[in-house]
């Protein structure tokens, strides 16, 4: 596609829920990065993937947290067990290779209520 | 423990000022540095990368420098306009691509 795509751009769930995010990337870019960004704050590094596998993981808080990148192209990241501090945008990028810049998506905001 | 400082965090001006915006990151191991903006609600839009061989990066009205040896990079902005409102974000790139980022500085351009 032309740029990188996130569902949904919303959304708002109850305390304890499953939600998952999806990122669709630029065609034809191997590297994908997921970010988290709070109020106020810039976005801080959640997981990276280079194709299929994750190269870096190390930014996921906890074991709520899981993304997949089956085929090397969308990606979802899933959390279970919603809490509010989950609350945040969470925006995703793509890349060739990551040398030369991302590409960030409008990200998706999520409410935990 | 890399750290990306911005400064300021705001910065409110009339339109047509000069104004520069100041990063400082705590590890000069650095691959690139990155000027982003980003528009409320909205994702990031990369303005300058700047490789760590380079010192400064220019595209229209931005210039950004990077200094390794003191830590420090600034993005420059000239002549400002109220269509330059908006969050500036600077992000320190390692070996392994992963973007580390500073804060922001809003920026309100005033008519």
């Known amino acids: 596609g032309a740029g990188v795509s996130q569902t949904p751009s919303n959304k708002v769930t109850e305390k304890g829920k499953y939600v998952e995010l999806r990122c669709d990337p630029i065609s034809g870019h191997t590297a994908l990065y997921w970010y988290r960004q709070s109020l106020g704050q810039g976005p801080e590094f959640l997981i990276y993937f280079q194709g299929t596998g994750a190269a870096d993981d190390s930014g996921l808080p906890n074991d709520r947290f899981f993304a997949v990148r089956p085929e090397g192209s969308v990606s979802t990241l899933k959390i279970q067990r919603t809490e509010r501090g989950d609350s945040a945008v969470y925006l995703c990028?793509?890349?060739?290779?990551?040398?030369?810049?991302?590409?960030f998506g409008s990200g998706t905001r999520l409410t935990v209520v | 423990k890399q750290e990306v400082t911005q400064i300021p965090a705001a910065l409110s001006v009339p339109e047509g000022e000069n104004l520069v915006l100041n990063c400082s990151f705590t590890d000069s191991a650095i691959y690139n540095l990155q000027w982003f903006r980003q528009d409320p609600g909205k994702g990031l839009t990369s303005l300058l990368l700047?490789?760590?061989?380079?010192r400064e990066q220019t595209s229209g009205r931005l210039n950004a420098s990077l200094d390794k040896s003191s830590g420090r990079s600034t993005l420059y902005i000239a002549a400002s306009q109220p269509g330059d409102s908006a969050t500036y974000l600077c992000?320190?790139?390692?070996?392994?691509?992963?973007?580390?980022f500073g804060s922001g500085t809003r920026l309100l351009v005033r008519p």
């Open positions: 992000a320190w790139m390692d070996s392994s691509y992963k973007l580390i």
């Open positions: 990028a793509s890349s060739f290779s990551g040398a030369e810049g991302y590409t």
């Open positions: 700047i490789q760590s061989s380079q």
